[in-house]
């Protein structure tokens, strides 16, 4: 049994669906990157709850 070569447009699709999987685990790596910096910053981490944080206002504005 042998194999038949690959078309010409199969070995295309294939360096694009590499390229395409290269460029989604960068993707990936960056957005773990980003969360390991904010995380091991040491700054709490506080969603935005539209209440007032004093905390968070200047020492002018009081």
């Not at 699709?13 to 040491?42: E, Q």
Request: glycine share 6%; proline share 5%.
């Amino acid at each position: 049994m042998s194999f038949r070569p690959d078309h010409e447009l199969h070995r295309r699709r294939l360096s694009r669906n590499v390229g395409v999987g290269v460029t989604l685990a960068a993707f990936i790596c960056l957005v773990f990157a980003l969360t390991v910096v904010k995380v091991t910053r040491g700054e709490p981490m506080q969603g935005f709850d539209h209440v007032v944080r004093p905390e968070l206002m200047k020492a002018t504005d009081q």
